[in-house]
């Protein structure tokens, strides 16, 4: 294991100032590190498409339950090919069609979303201070809520695939990425994390999933981004950072953190996160390419009052 755990002590002094992002844009602010962003930042993320070919970082929605989704995304048909019988057109016209309905809890460890910053609290308090209450069961998110990012994320990626540093198939579950492994990829691949840029954390851990099937992180634990990346994300200006886990190592030795990168991340910096990207492909077209950079776009649905988005957000070459 290579985790290099901050004290709890370090975590509550990064949250509450040396990391806060509280006041920086103002105190009526609801994109928090979104603000990173610039016409100039897409433009610079435009310039690095040369071929046109597009790779998608979602994985499928799965509508069946399993142990690490114990309630399930729904969907059944309203109308169907299968309910239509010739002869029936004088009674129900000449529409024949397909209708679906689906929903889905979208938090958790499989589907591929963008948290909001109305995700989590600390103290009663969201991001830049305000209370809590202002996500409520009876209005949902009235501030903080997905459509800060409603005009979407265009903006340069910067993958760092931890395993290929490493040399190993994927980074085992309670392992992490660490400020190391970010600057392995800055010094052996040629890229530079910057302002504005959406950084993209590669376990390995999504992709292997598919092949033993799924755990239970509760108690099998899970990698992800170590908590020691947080100054470095402050520092850099990232907008968004996101991996192919559920972006908080588990277990974790804190008594007070349960998720720490999302706790200090959201309530603190403001930052955006993108959970369960699926980046099996795009490490493979990054090796293809020997290109490790790239524009990267993430919309989000329009939900007013909703904590985050199920997305599909597609790297391009």
Known sequence: MT????????LLKWLSSDLSNWGRWGSDDQKGTLNHLSPEKTLQAVSLVSEGVIVSCARPVDFKASVDVPRPPQHFMVSAGDTYRKGESAVRGDRQVAIDYFGLIFHGHTVTHIDSLAHFFWDGQTYNGRPSSVVSTAEGATEFDVMAAAGGIVTKGVLVDAPLLRGVDFIER?????????????REHGVRVEKG????????????????????????????PSPEILPLLYERDVAVMGSDTGNDIGPNP??????????????????????NAWLDDLAEACVRRGKWEFMFSVLPLKLPAVTGSPVNPVAIF
């Open 3 to 10: 985790v290099s755990w901050p004290s709890q002590d370090d």
């Open 174 to 186: 309670g392992d992490g990425i660490g400020v190391a492994d970010i600057e392995a990829a800055e």
């Open 197 to 224: 840029d959406v950084l993209l954390l590669r376990t390995g851990q999504l992709g292997r999933r598919e092949v033993t099937g799924p755990v239970d992180v509760r108690v099998d634990g899970s990698s992800g």
């Open 254 to 275: 804190y008594d007070r953190f349960t998720n720490p990168v999302h706790q200090v991340g959201i309530v603190g910096l403001g930052l955006w996160i993108l959970d």
